[in-house]
């Protein structure tokens, strides 16, 4: 082939002078940017592709980082997108659903460390920025128990219960049950609205009255109800419901 057919060639592919591609050495300005800045430098977008270089060892990765972007309205919703929604993204395979999952299991665990190191009560942020990242973008509601010590320490996070995009079943026993396994001392409940309203429905209150009731007769507290959406959240005891 001559040099003119080779270069011919190079263009067509979106090469340079040399057959480079138009996204070379970005990966390496990017990864140079957070060294020197900080990855708090960096767009939301810009993340997902930093992310997304492990699951491709080559090419850009940028397309993909804003179909992804364009697809869910956010980074948050991108990680805790279900698996089976994210391969329907042009460019999304098994390495790239690994790595996205793994990055959001990464902060919910930062965020999980972060809340257990002190009281829960005396990290009230760090509590409902913990719930945030494990609920807050899932598409159903989900159920979580957090279990406290004597000292209001954590104690484990568990989901008790994944239902639809409404209603999540919940069974008083059950909680009450958990807690005294674990040798807890008190509860804090938490759920999602997926609707995006955190305002408490009529069985919210109630399963949360039989929750309360069922605890009391074991000197088992009840400290909060939250209900958490993806721009706000509703304390029952704030609210007086507790």
């Keep these: 082939m001559s040099t003119s057919s080779r270069t011919a060639n190079a263009s067509a592919s979106g090469g340079g002078a040399r057959g480079k591609p138009h996204y070379h050495g970005h990966r390496e300005r990017l990864r140079e940017r957070v060294v020197a800045k900080g990855a708090e430098s960096l767009a939301d977008y810009e993340i997902l592709e930093a992310l997304l270089f492990a699951a491709r060892p080559n090419g850009d990765m940028k397309p993909l980082a804003k ?3 364009q697809r869910f309205g956010s980074l948050a919703a991108v990680l805790s ?7 329907e993204v042009e460019g999304v395979g098994p ?3 690994a790595v996205l999952k793994v990055g959001r299991e990464t902060a919910r665990r930062l965020a999980r460390e972060e809340t257990s190191e002190r009281p829960v009560i005396a990290s009230w942020d760090r509590l409902l920025s913990y719930c945030r990242i494990a609920l807050a973008d899932e598409t159903v509601e989900r159920f979580h128990l957090l279990f406290l010590d004597k000292k209001n320490q954590l104690i484990a996070d568990e989901p008790q219960s994944r239902g639809t995009v409404d209603h999540t079943p919940v069974y008083p026993r059950e909680v009450v049950k958990r807690a005294l396994e674990l040798d807890a001392a008190a509860i804090i409940l938490v759920h999602n609205h997926p609707s995006g309203d955190p305002t408490p429905s009529k069985a ?3 399963m949360t009255r039989e929750i309360v009731d069922a605890a009391k007769k074991l000197n088992l507290k009840v400290h ?10 509703t304390s029952f005891k704030q609210r007086g419901l507790l």
């Design 224 to 233: 909060d109800h939250v209900i958490i959406s993806r721009r706000a959240h």
């Design 95 to 97: 390495a790239a659903v």
């Design 204 to 206: 919210d209150v109630e």
């Design 81 to 87: 997108a279900d698996p089976a929604r994210l391969r």
């Design 67 to 69: 179909r992804l972007m």
